[in-house]
């Protein structure tokens, strides 16, 4: 039974906890999560309730598969930023941001870095980036890992980026890396403590080693969403350009482009304030791979019980087994790029995980 605490959002001291009658939450790989609740008002309100305390930026929603005093793991945790009562219906809706957003909030003024440059280790220039973003007040405390890439990497910080949006600037490059937050009850304080996580791209982020989703078994039944083609997306030969007057560039090819049985498709991307021809040349190698397969995500819901929905996460594998007019699937590997799980009013919850037919690596 998934569980709603509402704590104090720096402290992570619990103030109550919640039973909302309709929710959603999630956490793609790229990008940020974020969830929604309805709770219904009681017929008597108390001035004092936790509905009318939950004040935004004030507190944080932890989402568990159970009872977190008795050790259960951490689903989803971030800070509620919206609160939208509807009387007229008796119900308060609340909508929180994942705590990884909050990076996306914090901005690096001009000359916070020497010469606005960083080179070294490219986990390191992330923890770098981090260490700094929650120095000083009104900053979560983030626990983070120590261990090294072995690659060095440059990073020319832009005007007033954000911490989130550097860190991305470095990992999105070839060969870089993955990072998110994680969450765990801490040990000595029994608060939930927030954790840095940093992984080698397409790396599994749980001891799962496949989620199992078969649609011809009555034991696991599962729905599998359109496996669409999507050619539109795909680029044979990338450009990555510096901006200005007089940019300099790279570019990444197919290497079947040459036996002349391609068709040629350009796609062009602009990195601001970036004359380096190694960096550029990585960026278009990276975005060329990442448009080569013309398939699109695939959609799969399942039940959260079985397997249990804290059993996997985004950035797992799965396997695939399927068959309907159309499909004859049994495929291993298959990237796990978002986990949501969703409840109706009287339904049960649900889990659905996106599929990335794109990223499809044996699984040892």
């Keep these: 039974m998934l569980r709603f605490y509402v704590n104090e959002v720096l402290s992570h001291v619990n103030v109550g906890e919640l039973s909302p009658t309709t929710y959603a939450f999630g956490e793609p790989l790229a990008g940020i999560g974020e969830a929604t609740m309805m709770v219904a008002i009681p017929d008597r309100l108390e001035s004092n309730s936790l509905l009318q305390r939950i004040v935004p930026n004030k507190y944080e929603l932890v989402i568990t598969d159970g009872d977190i005093d008795r050790g259960a793991p951490i689903l989803w945790a971030g800070w509620i930023d919206q609160r939208d009562p509807d009387p007229a219906h008796a119900v308060v809706g609340f909508h929180a941001t994942h705590w990884k957003g909050w990076f996306y909030r914090r901005f690096i003024p001009p000359n916070s870095f020497a010469n606005n440059f960083i080179e070294k280790d490219e986990h390191q220039i992330a923890y770098d980036l981090l260490d700094w973003s929650v120095s000083g007040v009104g900053t979560p405390v983030l626990y983070r890992p120590s ?61 799962n080693t496949a989620l199992f989703l078969d649609n011809t078994r009555t034991t696991n039944r599962i729905n599998v969403g359109k496996m669409g083609e999507d050619g539109t997306i795909q680029a044979v030969r990338q450009y990555a350009t510096s901006d200005g007057d007089a940019p300099v560039w790279a570019k990444d090819e197919n290497p079947e482009l040459a036996s002349d049985t391609l068709l040629l498709l350009e796609n062009v991307t602009t990195y601001q304030d970036n004359r380096n021809t190694d960096t550029l040349f990585t960026y278009a190698r990276s975005e060329r791979l990442e448009r080569d397969n013309p398939y699109t995500t ?11 929905v804290s059993a996997y996460r985004t950035g797992d594998r799965a396997r695939l087994r399927m068959r309907d007019a159309w499909r004859n699937v049994d495929q291993s590997g298959i990237r796990i ?23 499809i690596q044996d699984i040892v």
């Design 337 to 359: 790029v978002d986990k949501s799980v969703n409840k109706t009013d009287g339904q049960p919850p649900l889990a659905t995980v996106s599929l990335d037919m794109t990223d």
């Design 147 to 207: 261990t090294l890439a072995g690659k060095t990497r440059q990073l020319t910080l832009q005007p007033w980026a954000s911490v989130g949006d550097s860190i991305d600037a470095v990992a999105k490059r070839d060969g870089g890396f993955e990072w998110s937050l994680g969450f765990r009850l801490g040990s000595q304080s029994g608060m939930v403590e927030i954790l840095a996580e940093i992984w080698e791209p397409g790396a599994v982020r749980s001891s």
């Design 298 to 308: 695939i959609p799969v819901t399942l039940g959260i019980d079985l397997p249990a």
